[in-house]
């Protein structure tokens, strides 16, 4: 079952987390499947990661709505999404336009030109009036312009940037499991303004941080996602005062959901305007509409399209999603 497990190390300014997606990023997979719509190899693989880093970044922060990972690519890959929401529940899909190589990588998949980006959305749930999102970009390159082959690099530069913590994150997929390592430091009390007197303990705690991250990288792809948790976590970090957290797993751990529905999928046909709807309907005798996260068909005849331009409007409009 698909889990993840949080963890502090007990007087040191550092905290971590493990996710593994199991049996849900398998469902995520077999759908595509079952619709005959398969990913490329690399782009099952780049989702994946996107799914467990999406999930450590929820789980991170305190925040009541979806978290939405999306990279906008300039090559074959025009788009890929994991969005996940307060509870854990997740979902992901791609946009592939052309061929992806069978070793292809982030660069690519989706920064051929270097005009690649990666977006962090936070959607709060109950918007108050004039709220917006709250949406962080991030390049695919590094300082120097470097095109960035993981992304793993990526997301820790938007770490820095956004919450000005340092991040060391640890991502791998294949067609079983989706897993990620995450490891942060915690800001120290007091930091900012300290005494000189203090700047020795302050060093030492920088040390903590860095001896952890340096055992976290040590961490490789094979072991991220065929050992247990307790296994990694334990071999890494069985000379540090760990301290762990119980394990959210089932109702409360990570789980694929999608969160279409046949309103929204409405919503987004009135927004397209009566005459084109109209158009599909005399062309093809109804309109239907798959969800690219979970493969559901929606269907208009015109008999339906007639409703959806006579109801009231009395329906938020639908949310900007990628369907
Ligand atoms: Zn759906």
Redesign the pocket.
Known sequence: MSELHKFLFEGLPVRGMLVRLTDSWQEVLHRREKANDAFPTPVRHLLGEMAAAGTLMQANIKFNGALILQIFGDGPVKLAVAEVQPDLAF?ATAKVIGTVAEDARLEAMLNVHGHGRCAITLDPKDKLPGQQAYQGVVPLHGDRREPLQQLSEVLEHYMLQSEQLDTKLILAADDKVAAGLLIQRLPVEGAGNLASARNEDEIGLNEAYNRIAHLASTLTREELLTLSADTVLHRLFWEEPLLRFEPMVGDSGPRFA???SRERVGGMLKSLGREEIDGIVIEQGRVEIA??????KYHFDAVDVGELFTQAHNQPPASGGVH
């Open positions: 979902r999608c969160s279409c969800c690219d996260f979970c493969g559901t």
